[in-house]
């Protein structure tokens, strides 16, 4: 699934109603200090190895500019609305990014139609947004790719309908907003649910995100189906954590039809994205990954090894 293109409509409203229990990680015009941070518990130090793969011109600048699309919660939020302060997945990674290359990864609010063209531009070095990497894009940007996420499933707190795959949905009330590629994805397997003979997915349609998951919460529907990476945010966030879980289908550890995102870099500075899929790879390895992304309930979409433009379509 396209990350992006699929955008939920909810995306803005989730972030303000969910942000409040946040403490502040920085801000359009702050970044961690270069060198050394704590990012999600996990201690990361530079390597002076990796710093010396740098571009010239950003070791002499001190930082990475990077464009970011806010809010697209967990990937990118405000830590309070209304003020500049940032968090989320794709921040705090590339602040564990910084802190193992030795400098700043300085993030600025970009509106997402306009990154590619400001990265051409020069305006910025890269970008972290929860970018899909496929083939269109990498004519003209290069990209180290850093998870894979598709659909996933969110059932009530408990799984009380013992909801692991899609085939459990069969025959069972399932919530979905309406023109996503989620709804798609149901229907698409409608036929599979007839040749095992349980009997179609009763699909309740929902105009807005929030909606699908009020159904969720009066037990109208046992499951709800939206991206995995918005999926487990609302399970670690709603409630305390207390009103929903993400089922886990281990045959789809980063989601149904999951495809790969990127920190999408300039074709102008090949070394910066050679440097960063090597701090990447140091981080993955180190477990820094893992613990940033299950900061955000989506330890899953992580991938093991930090691949160069690796897009399927």
Known sequence: MNTRIARPVA???LAAAMLAS???CGGADAAAPAGKAVIAGAEVVKDQKLHDLLPEKIKKAGEVRVATDVPYPPFEMFVKEGEP??????????QALGAKLGVRFTFTPQKFDGI???IQAGKFDVAMSAITDNKERQQVVDFVDYSRSGSGIL?????????TTLD???GRKVAVQTATNQLDLLKE???ACEKAGKGKIDIQTFPKDSDAQLALRSGKVIAQVLTK???GWVAKTADDGKAFDLAEDPAAPGGYNASPNGIAVSKDLPQLTDAIQKALQALIDDGTVVAVYGKYGVASIAVKEATKNAAVD
């Open 168 to 170: 459990d949905l069969c």
């Open 116 to 118: 590619v063209p400001a």
């Open 189 to 191: 397997h409608q036929a």
């Open 22 to 24: 946040l403490s502040a």
């Open 85 to 94: 302060a940032l968090t989320g997945l794709d921040y705090d990674l590339g």
């Open 11 to 13: 995306a803005a409203a």
């Open 229 to 231: 990476p918005a999926a």
């Open 155 to 163: 059932v009530a707190e408990g799984n009380p309908s013992e909801v």
